[in-house]
């Protein structure tokens, strides 16, 4: 790839410039010059794939959150048909969707991917005091909630995690579930963490929502068991 200014004046390549490209996108620099292989029936095809497939759900949201905007949501439509490239998905395109479109998007995801970091969004609110948590929809309601999620990664435990299950009540999947001692807090704990700190385990709040019982989810914060959990108000 290749970058040029006016009268196709050339200003360099992907490589040459990954620098200031990562500084503005948020996109990890190695993402921009890392290249795979494709696997093929002989080995190792000859042609190339980026990267960016291994990097998690969260960090490629990430890249996505700093339209230049003063309301995100206004163009959460859009920016939900801009990502399904990045995301190999194929999807219905309903012009005048709005913000649903973004909703529609991830749900799209879920039915590809086992991927729990779907639920890191609004991980830049952590140190919102716990008694001022409002519950919170399952789903993220634009890309901007992804912004601080850019080092999200993989946990060092390795387990098989379990299939997304999407029905029209809201959504089902099997989380390792840590209930506080002095607190009646509990916090589901999907197989992520920061990258920068790979003791420290990824945990979303949850809560009982009323009228109904079914746990919602709540803004991220840092003896398990791994429960089935149904999340409503997708």
Same mark, same amino acid.
């Given at each position: ?186 916090? *589901? *704990? ?23 019982? *079914?746990? *919602? ?18």
């Amino acid at each position: 790839m290749h970058f040029y200014i006016g009268a196709w004046e050339p200003i360099g390549s992907r490589g040459s410039l990954s620098g200031a490209l990562s500084s503005i996108t948020g996109i990890n620099q190695e993402v921009l010059l890392k290249w795979g292989m494709i696997p093929g029936k002989q080995g190792l095809a000859q042609l190339r794939t980026p990267c960016y497939r291994d990097c998690s759900v969260a960090q490629r949201m990430s890249w996505a959150s700093r339209p230049e905007t003063t309301k995100v949501e206004d163009i959460a439509e859009d920016i939900a048909h801009c990502l399904l490239g990045l995301f190999d998905i194929n999807m219905p395109l309903l012009y005048g969707e709005g913000p649903r479109a973004f909703a529609r998007f991830q749900e799209e995801i879920m039915k590809v991917s086992t991927d729990q970091s779907h639920f890191a969004w609004g991980y830049d609110h952590w140190h919102t005091a716990l008694n001022n948590r409002e519950a919170k929809s399952t789903l993220a309601p634009d890309p901007g909630c992804f912004r601080d999620c850019g080092t999200i990664v993989e946990a060092f435990d390795q387990r098989d995690l379990s299939e997304f299950k999407l029905t029209n009540v809201g959504l089902t999947l099997t989380l390792p579930l840590v209930r506080t001692c002095d607190r009646n807090i509990v916090y *589901a *704990a999907p197989n992520y963490k920061r990258q920068s700190d790979p003791k420290a385990r990824l945990c979303v709040v949850l809560a009982t929502a009323k009228p109904t019982s *079914a746990p *919602a989810r709540m803004e991220p914060t840092s003896g398990q068991s791994n429960r089935e959990l149904s999340l409503g108000g997708s």
